[in-house]
């Protein structure tokens, strides 16, 4: 799986966009990217995932550049709950194959 | 996605005692299945691969005989912290690959050896 890089911490204001970068330029054709987070002392919980379109749900989007060597992560309307660890894991699709974390980002949603 | 549920959400323990985790996979038939560890303000350590049918495949590092793994249904796998001392309390994770959205992780057990 290719290797990610992300901003150790970020800040955002409650009810504000959180937008969280991600590179991956190692990334290949046919692998995904997969955002997680994690609430503190809890398991990780999925967000989101994406080849190259954007993607929107319930929780979040996440925009893909054009050369898939990078992308963001978009909480629209940020609430105090949204404070966690947000990992960008770069992977194939339904590959029954470990699933390694890098540091990932904190993200403090602040009032 | 999967349901995940880990039991105990948290132990605390003796040293030299042992300590068993359950991971259940609720509605999905896992043949494989994930432990991590996780020290604090750390991010997810991959322990082992638990196959239903199998022998586990350890990490780098990681003990076998130590942190031993069963996988002998499609819904269960266990890790049992066997002997444990204060440097093994950590917060553990395991995970069941879904397909399209990757990993469903259970909630995590907290355990502290004194």
């Known amino acids: 799986d290719a290797k990610t890089t992300q901003p150790p911490s970020m800040d955002c204001a409650e009810r504000r966009a959180a937008n969280l970068p991600c590179n991956h330029s190692?990334?290949?054709?046919?692998?995904?990217v997969y955002w997680y987070r994690q609430i503190h002392s809890q398991g990780p919980q999925y967000i989101i995932h994406g080849l190259k379109n954007n993607e929107t749900n319930e929780m979040a989007s996440l925009i893909i550049t054009e050369d898939r060597k990078s992308s963001t992560l978009i909480l629209p309307h940020a609430t105090l709950r949204d404070t966690a660890v947000y990992y960008c894991?770069?992977?194939?699709?339904?590959?029954?194959?470990?699933?390694?974390f890098g540091a990932g980002t904190r993200l403090t949603v602040k009032p | 996605g999967a349901v995940v549920s880990q039991h105990p959400s948290r132990v605390i323990c003796k040293s030299g005692t042992s300590v068993k985790i359950e991971c259940r996979s609720l509605d999905f038939q896992a043949t494989t299945m994930f432990w991590y560890r996780q020290f604090p303000k750390q991010s997810l350590m991959l322990m082992a691969t638990?196959?239903?049918?199998?022998?586990?495949?350890?990490e780098q590092g990681v003990e076998k005989d130590k942190f031993l793994i069963n996988h002998a249904s499609l819904t269960l796998s266990t890790l049992t912290v066997t002997s444990a001392h204060p440097e093994d309390s950590s917060f553990y994770i395991c995970?069941?690959?879904?397909?399209?959205?990757?990993?469903?992780f259970g909630s995590g057990t907290r355990l502290t050896v004194v």
């Open positions: 190692t990334i290949s054709g046919n692998e995904y």
């Open positions: 638990s196959n239903e049918g199998s022998k586990a495949t350890y």
């Open positions: 995970s069941v690959s879904t397909g399209d959205y990757g990993y469903t």
């Open positions: 894991i770069v992977r194939l699709r339904y590959n029954n194959n470990d699933m390694r």
